[in-house]
């Protein structure tokens, strides 16, 4: 990705060395003057457009298992929407990956996956497709109004912008009351939706959740989503592991004393593996929100296992960089030397790798 981002960036500043000379230099104010600057601007849009959003490359997954897709609405009758005020009931998209197939009741362990901020049900398609041809349910929740869209009973929602502006005002570093006081706004909101989520697939025995096994259940999420999936890893008591996709330990945080975050220090209760990647690994003893993952690198216990991707950035942990791989070069603060589809079989077989260790 590197070598195609740097030829595009040259590229484009030539483009505009052009168009600026067509502009500016006056002899060049004539009919075929205009006209290569119109031409200019036209390719200079191309170029744009080619580097930030490319053909999408499609991976297919590698599992013996066909997969089917359902997109389910669930309602939760007990609990309002809080980013609104219309007394609407708290409204949630699930979408499911799920294999086809000769396969038994109750023999595919079931994984639940939360997106990060600005992300929606298909933030991390291409492992949630994997594990399903690898035998596996996989069910994204999209998160209503923190979600970049969802689609509930056919409708489309998008972000609120009151969860938008909180999430580019919150700094930990600056303020770290405001930081504790977001943390737990959203962590409230999000274990209970996945709480809610997982009970209401637990409950259910028809279609394909008759072939969900009840006793393993993994909660997964990248960046916020992975610090909801740590949260229900403490909340919830029949979990089989918890996977976080590079992200701190928002729900541990109970407290500000003295300018410093206070944290849980009761053990962590389930099986846990924290991925990281270059955006964090090397700052996690310098940001205070990452202290609870910094211990939890360092204790010797097999229960608690730390992957440490080189080489990947933040967005290089979900799918974003199939839509954009420039953007997620910027969002990340790092491009990567690997080819998407390299970014993402490497976090595909973490994950099965971790799985298949811990006999999930």
Known sequence: MKTRNIIFIILICIEIGTLLFLAIKKSNHNLFGFIALGATIILLIASFCLMLFPKREIINPTGKYEYEVADVTMVDESRVETYVNSGEKRSLEVKFWYPKGDLSPSSCPLVI???????????????MKELASKGYIAASIGYTYLASEVTINSKTIKMSSEFRKEVMKISPEKNKEEAFNLYRKWMDL????????????????????SLIDKTKVCVMGHSFGGATSLALGRIRSDLYCVISLEAPFMYDVKGV?????????????????????????????????????????????????????????HMHLCDFQIVSPFLSWILSGKDSSNSVRTNLEIVNKTILNYFEAINF
Do not use: C
């Open 257 to 313: 004393e003295n300018g410093k975050f206070v944290f849980d220090e009761e053990v962590y209760p389930t099986r846990m593996l924290n991925v990281y990647s270059d955006s964090s690994y090397s700052n996690l003893s310098k940001w205070d929100q990452y202290f609870q993952n910094k211990k939890y690198l360092n204790l010797n216990d097999e229960k608690y296992q730390n992957v440490y991707l080189k080489g990947l950035g």
């Open 190 to 209: 999000t274990t209970k939706d996945a709480s809610f989520v997982i009970d209401t697939i637990l409950s259910k025995n028809e279609e394909f959740y």
């Open 113 to 127: 996956f939360s997106h990060g901020s600005f992300g929606n049900v298909n933030n991390n398609e291409t492992l």
